[in-house]
């Protein structure tokens, strides 16, 4: 698998991938349901083993039926595609990324979403204080 997780997926394979995250864990009849204009059972059948091959996906068996589940954490795939997103769309500015994600959803911020913002980027600037401390400084101009 690449770095990012949709590099490499068809349209309908990243339509199913997004599912199974979304769900967690599905059969294909369940997955087939979720899809915009579904496939028929044998091709969503296909599809999954492609996925499987592939690497994305798992599963297990439940009586006569299989349940899949994606073989990467939510949170790794997350990383993956927003790093994917900053870089492609942004030119890899953390800064812009976010600025662009908080003006599109501007009207939608509640208080107690604000305040939890302002944690991480107080969360993000502890650590990023303690990062330099440990890192070895380089001269100023004024220190030369």
Do not use: C, W
Not at 22 to 50: V, Y
Not at 70 to 89: A, I, N, Y
Not at 97 to 112: C, D, F, M
């Amino acid at each position: 698998m690449s770095d990012s997780l949709y590099s490499e997926l068809g349209r309908r394979e990243s339509q199913i991938m997004d599912v199974v995250y979304r769900l967690e864990e599905a059969g294909a009849e369940t997955i087939r349901a979720e899809l915009p204009d579904p496939p028929s059972n044998s091709a969503i059948r296909s599809m999954l083993r492609h996925l499987e091959e592939k690497g994305y996906l798992d599963h297990r068996e439940e009586g006569r039926r299989y349940v899949y589940f994606p073989t990467r954490p939510k949170e790794e795939v997350r990383r993956s595609l927003l790093d994917h997103l900053q870089e492609t769309f942004f030119g890899g500015s953390l800064s812009e990324t976010v600025a662009t994600l908080l003006s599109a959803k501007s009207e939608n911020l509640s208080p107690e979403t604000l305040r939890e913002l302002e944690k991480v980027v107080e969360d993000a600037h502890g650590s990023s204080d303690s990062s330099e401390a440990d890192s070895p400084e380089e001269d100023s101009p004024e220190d030369r």
